[in-house]
């Protein structure tokens, strides 16, 4: 079955550092992944919409140039934190279903990212 | 502004069977109904979707109301794996690129 990889697991940065989060679609090409966080005890946010070759579409209240999202290729994206402070510290998740269909996502493991 | 409204959490004995609710009130025509469940430290993981007819795989049943405001995912005997968030989202028809809101799921405890 389709499956989407999420690197790294885990993250321990300090404070000021800039941390990139891949997510990749191994199996399937996706003009779309979506990137959530989640804080403990919580639901997931969607924070942005990841689109192949064009600007990601950002949730409202979601820094743009806080959270750099490039979607370079049809089975990559990338999420970058930059400048990333305590409060961002949060677990990371991506998505995404196959291109030009309306089947299930597909979701990464996640990314636990701790800053220091 | 979650679309979906869930109960905070269930409980169900191991083997026996668990129906988890879910109202959508708002649905449109082009929605489908998708259930995910969720581990913790882990991604959700895909459990059953459908449109109007209720739907069966070898993880749950999907029952869906006749006028779609409401479905009910069905885990036919509960195992101490099924332990888990179950979100219930809705995903607009015929296009991978629509997004979709969580809401806050239902958090299910299954006793030994």
């Known amino acids: 079955g389709a499956v989407v990889s999420q690197h790294p697991s885990r993250v321990i940065c300090k404070s000021g550092t800039s941390v990139k989060i891949e997510c990749r679609s191994l199996?399937?090409?996706?003009?779309?992944m979506f990137w959530y966080r989640q804080f403990p005890k919580q639901s997931l946010m969607l924070m942005a919409t990841?689109?192949?070759?064009?600007?990601?579409?950002?949730e409202q209240g979601v820094e743009k140039d806080k959270f750099l999202i490039n979607h370079a290729s049809l089975t990559l994206s990338t999420l970058t934190v930059t400048s990333a402070h305590p409060e961002d510290s949060s677990f990371y998740i991506c998505?995404?279903?196959?291109?030009?269909?309306?089947?299930?996502?597909?979701f990464g493991s996640g990314t636990q990212l701790s800053v220091l | 502004d979650a679309k979906t409204t869930q109960p905070n959490s269930m409980e169900s004995n191991e083997e026996e069977p668990v129906h988890l609710p879910c109202n959508h009130s708002?649905?449109?025509?082009?929605?489908?109904i998708h259930w995910y469940r969720q581990l913790p430290s882990q991604g959700p993981e895909y459990v059953i979707h459908?449109?109007?007819s209720n739907v069966n795989n070898r993880m749950a049943s999907l029952a869906i109301a006749e006028d779609r405001k409401s479905s009910t995912l069905i885990l036919h005997r509960a195992t101490l794996r099924d332990a888990a968030v179950y979100y219930c989202?809705?995903?607009?028809?015929?296009?991978?690129?629509?997004?979709?809101?969580f809401g806050d799921g239902t958090t299910l405890t299954v006793k030994p």
């Open positions: 998505s995404a279903s196959p291109a030009g269909t309306n089947e299930k996502l597909f």
């Open positions: 708002t649905i449109s025509g082009t929605d489908y």
């Open positions: 990841s689109n192949e070759g064009s600007k990601a579409t950002y």
């Open positions: 459908g449109l109007t």
């Open positions: 199996d399937f090409q996706a003009t779309t």
């Open positions: 989202i809705l995903r607009p028809y015929n296009t991978n690129a629509g997004k979709s809101t």
